[in-house]
């Protein structure tokens, strides 16, 4: 199975699918913040490994120990994911901390500055 192929990507679109919806309904770890979101999630073609993107709004201590919490509930996720995803095999999970969002709106306000300081120019 290539890694781009259209069932990896249907793999990856329902691992992430359950994975948002256990995080909301079944942890009940403190250490995860409620506006935790999977971004993406890519699972190796031989389906032993996913690596699970994750944002997390608030600041870098919120988001660290979110990471904490998710890392430390990994295998009881795997273990819910294997009872409602049938694959051979389901995947050991590795969360990364996603940072796309935030880059997006400090790139923003930036743009919004620039725009600000030409006009005051004009």
């Known amino acids: 199975m290539r890694k781009n192929s259209i069932k990896n990507t249907r793999i990856n679109q329902e691992v ?5 919806t256990l ?3 079944e942890l009940k770890d403190p250490r995860i913040h409620p ?8 699972v190796a073609p031989d389906l ?3 690596k699970v993107y994750v944002s997390v709004l ?6 660290e120990e979110t990471l904490k919490g998710l890392k430390s509930a990994a295998p009881f996720l795997r273990g819910q994911l294997a009872k409602t995803i049938n ?4 995947p050991e999970l590795h969360f990364i901390m996603d940072q796309s969002i935030e880059y997006g709106v400090a790139i923003s306000k930036l743009i919004d500055e620039v ?4 006009e005051t120019e004009d």
């Open 35 to 42: 506006l935790t979101s999977i971004m993406n999630v890519e």
């Open 115 to 118: 725009n600000q300081s030409t």
């Open 16 to 20: 992430q699918r359950e994975l948002s």
């Open 58 to 63: 608030g600041d870098q201590k919120v988001q």
């Open 87 to 90: 694959l051979r095999n389901t």
């Open 23 to 25: 995080i909301i309904r």
């Open 48 to 50: 032993k490994t996913a």
